[in-house]
């Protein structure tokens, strides 16, 4: 036994001088390697939605994983509470309003709309170009679907994904919209949605095959990654579900005990297996950050269909925290500094954190509303970010100011189930006690409404609205 | 370089050998050494108050990592609703009725209480000191103050703690009970409530001076896990927070984000870790298993001086999930196979689970509710409960069933909060795909209502209650 032992820890200590000879060749490669990033945004996933967020049957393990590695944040928002301008934001580092893509008209970009983000805004696409990375967006874009609003025409020297909402373009002789939904999932197909796919500029599949779509977006994020293992990259995944209409490959099809939603969910993070587990192939680990959030909150009327946004008050379309607090994970041993960030961070912030991590010479002929959180993921600082604004289309309903949050105005997601209530007196929350906005203490703490209305003021007072870019249809 | 380094890995593979060896004699050690059991019972903490369940500002470390390296369970129940008939659950394995500490007129013991657990009644701790183990309750016990039927005459060899709730012994002269907590936190001291710390059979703190309650708690474990480190040992830590009063040392004060609340669960969750820490000092994380959980969910009406259910509805007192699901983690590295356990648990099912692990006899003069848990803590076979029945007094309000919760009478939680409903179609709804029970299905499948009343009909039929132990005052 005595002798067995022995020869194994010999080879163990022959192996362990190799190994750490090319970890140490691997590190000074890498101290001299840009950062790799890759954003997997996902469409519609509520605060509860993930197990490491108490998600009590939607069984997530990479998802949890990479928060027990890295850094989980519970106080990580978007930037718009539906789709087209939260993904503006995250894309530009700024407020909606300033690109044109929040409109009080229509809330989103439609397979009619005409205009998309103006040529004019500098994504983080193209500003990491700037600096030499390759670049790509997988998944759905809803930022325009005209060829001079794609993707390959806003930083991205690749593309592959549908240009806006895979409940769109509906093939005619259907229910109306919300009725539709109101069928077994059985009955909805994704032969219904005449949803084109792209790849770069050309359409590739249409409709677009979704049962199989998640696993497609995974895949080619997957190889994009090792054909670009040499050179710093940038990847872009916004997977387009779990947005209705809801589809699963058949292989995750009755997975989850969530039911479809859950199935769904459990797809997309079986892709996140699959990109870290190319990450560590490629031996990129120590240069690669993965970052995990959503677009906005569940959307709730679509009931079991719809996420959970857990402990927080309403979702999707609403500036109720359910609306925009996210899941927010940062992945990237070596870098990332595990642990569980209770400070705020917004995915505008990703812009600025990334910029600067780059190398890319900042941005001053424009006013950014993304701060860089390099300090915090790095080294655990306090987060720089003090506020957040609410915006619904391009009015302010509420302002937070450290722990505390003002309602001007209130209302429900969409249409008949969104009652629009200005409030004369702003309702105030401390959302480090309440984060579900139970208790109302404005009357306790009059001070702070004043600090949040001057925070608002200031800055209302340098604000410059682009024209509404999602009003006009063709 | 090449020469320290290769230094280092000898020297490195010398201590390998070193530790080997010692890790061997350890575990062969360990393989005949009958297993130490830890539960940590919290009070009033609800499913969303930890950070490995979702909670944005409570940080609990430690709990987290038990989560990490143990299993976190989803679907983990307390017994009842209510303190009292939640620890006689947890204590004996079976339903509260059965053993008296159910009532419909007083839901808890008070300190005019005639009676308490009856004699006949078989704790673990009676059940492991027939195999052997050394016994000890610390903190609250809310079973009977007095002498005959404290934790001493139950099985337990060791007892520090208070015997109620920390609310209780009011001095006189207070504001009246409800007024008395609309007080702002500073106003609210521990000298109010006289409440008798125990050590066995005697008092030896009147009023138990509760800013430090909770850490000499933690210290008391510590302290009997060191002295019994060659010994099989149970220990039966129920802290009597976060019910209100809280109250927190010095050290803890001002430190979390969410307030006083978290203060008081960081102490605790502080106190888990030097637990933890004991453990592993001691050597005997291998045969060691330590459970987290709670009496029931949080006391709501208190807003923020009550805990979060997460996304779960209601809390404490009722039958909706909020009052009865709880966080469940198992900890044991070398026993407990690490992962999310999505399948069903109760507090109940910890008497029957360590019976068998300790090798005690099984019990067949009466019903046991408690289920063997062992493959699924060991091995992840799926539970083998596949029902939990929610009692209020000794009426079932509700039941589950697999995924299907039917609700046959609903009620909020205490006397004014609390309005009594009876459903002639009882609410039914898939807990598994809404666990915040938002969608009643009754109508879309009557059959699963059906197969819950036959589940409910078989439960009564051989049900014998014994008579109620908690009404009767001096």
Same mark, same amino acid.
């Given at each position: 036994m005595r002798t067995i032992r022995l020869a194994t820890v010999l080879l163990s200590a022959l192996l362990f001088i190799k190994c750490s000879n090319e970890k140490e060749k691997r590190e000074t490669q890498n101290e001299n390697k840009p950062l790799n990033f890759i954003i997997i945004f996902a469409?519609?996933? /509520?605060?509860?939605?993930?197990?490491?967020?108490?998600?009590?049957?939607?069984?997530t393990p990479n998802l949890d994983r990479m928060a027990q590695e890295g850094q989980k944040w519970t106080n990580f928002y978007a930037g718009a509470s539906v789709c087209t301008p939260s993904r503006a934001a995250l894309l530009t580092g700024r407020l909606p309003v300033?690109?044109?893509?929040?409109?009080?008209?229509?809330?989103?970009?439609? *397979?009619?709309?005409?205009? /998309?983000? *103006?040529?004019? !805004?500098?994504? %983080?696409?193209?500003?990491?170009?700037?600096? /030499?990375? &390759?670049?790509?967006?997988i998944g759905k874009w809803h930022l325009g679907h005209k060829e001079q609003y794609l993707p390959t025409n806003h930083?991205?020297?690749?593309?592959?994904?549908?240009?806006?909402?895979?409940?769109?373009?509906?093939?005619?002789?259907?229910? *109306?919209?919300?009725?539709?939904?109101?069928?077994?999932?059985?009955?909805?197909?994704?032969?219904?949605?005449?949803?084109?796919?792209?790849?770069? &500029?050309?359409?590739? !599949?249409?409709?677009?095959?979704q049962n199989t779509i998640t696993k497609r977006y995974s895949e080619e994020a997957v190889s994009f990654i090792k054909?670009?293992?040499?050179?710093?990259?940038?990847?872009?995944?916004?997977?387009? %579900?779990?947005?209705?209409?809801?589809?699963?490959?058949? =292989?995750?099809?009755?997975?989850?005990?969530?039911? %479809?939603?859950?199935?769904?969910?459990?797809?997309?993070?079986?892709?996140?297996?699959k990109i870290l587990d190319a990450i560590k192939e490629e031996g990129l680990t120590e240069n690669t950050i993965v970052v995990f959030t959503s677009d906005n909150g569940p959307w709730l009327p679509f009931k079991n269909n719809g996420g959970s946004a857990g402990l927080l008050r309403a979702g999707k379309g609403t500036t109720w925290e359910g609306g925009m607090r996210e899941p927010g994970i940062f992945w990237g041993p070596g870098n990332i500094k595990p642990g569980l960030i209770t400070d705020m961070g917004s995915t505008m912030d990703l812009f600025t954190t990334f910029s600067t991590m780059s190398?890319?010479?900042?941005?001053?002929?424009?006013?950014?509303?993304?701060?860089?959180?390099?300090? &915090?993921?790095?080294?655990?600082?306090?987060? *720089?970010?003090?506020?957040?604004?609410?915006?619904? +289309?391009? !009015?302010?309903?509420?302002?937070?100011?450290?722990?505390?949050?003002?309602?001007?105005?209130?209302?429900?997601?969409?249409?008949?189930? +969104?009652?629009?209530? !200005?409030?004369? &007196?702003? %309702?105030?929350?401390?959302?480090?006690?309440?984060?579900?906005?139970?208790?109302?203490?404005?009357? =306790?703490?009059?001070?702070?409404?004043?600090?949040i209305q001057k925070l608002v003021d200031a800055h209302k007072s340098n604000l410059v609205m682009e024209k509404d870019q999602l009003a006009d249809r063709e």
């Open positions: 469409d519609d996933l /509520g605060y509860g939605d993930l197990s490491c967020y108490g998600n009590p049957t939607i069984n300033r690109s044109g893509m929040a409109s009080n008209k229509r809330r989103v970009l439609f *397979p009619d709309s005409k205009y /998309g983000l *103006p040529a004019s !805004e500098i994504t %983080l696409a193209e500003q990491l170009k700037t600096v /030499g990375y &390759t670049t790509a967006a930083g991205f020297d690749y593309y592959f994904g549908i240009p806006y909402s895979n409940d769109m373009d509906m093939v005619d002789g259907l229910l *109306p919209y919300w009725e539709y939904w109101q069928q077994p999932n059985d009955s909805i197909k994704t032969a219904h949605f005449n949803v084109p796919l792209f790849r770069n &500029t050309e359409i590739i !599949e249409r409709p677009a095959n054909k670009n293992n040499d050179q710093p990259f940038f990847v872009y995944l916004a997977h387009n %579900l779990p947005h209705i209409p809801l589809f699963v490959s058949k =292989e995750a099809a009755g997975k989850s005990k969530r039911g %479809l939603y859950g199935d769904v969910l459990e797809e997309i993070d079986n892709g996140v297996g190398g890319a010479k900042s941005i001053d002929d424009r006013i950014l509303d993304g701060i860089d959180l390099s300090e &915090t993921l790095l080294n655990h600082n306090p987060s *720089p970010r003090k506020s957040v604004l609410y915006y619904r +289309g391009t !009015e302010i309903y509420a302002a937070r100011l450290g722990d505390f949050k003002a309602h001007f105005v209130t209302q429900g997601a969409y249409g008949e189930f +969104g009652k629009r209530q !200005e409030h004369e &007196t702003p %309702l105030l929350y401390n959302l480090s006690h309440d984060a579900a906005e139970k208790f109302d203490i404005a009357h =306790e703490q009059p001070e702070i409404l004043e600090q």
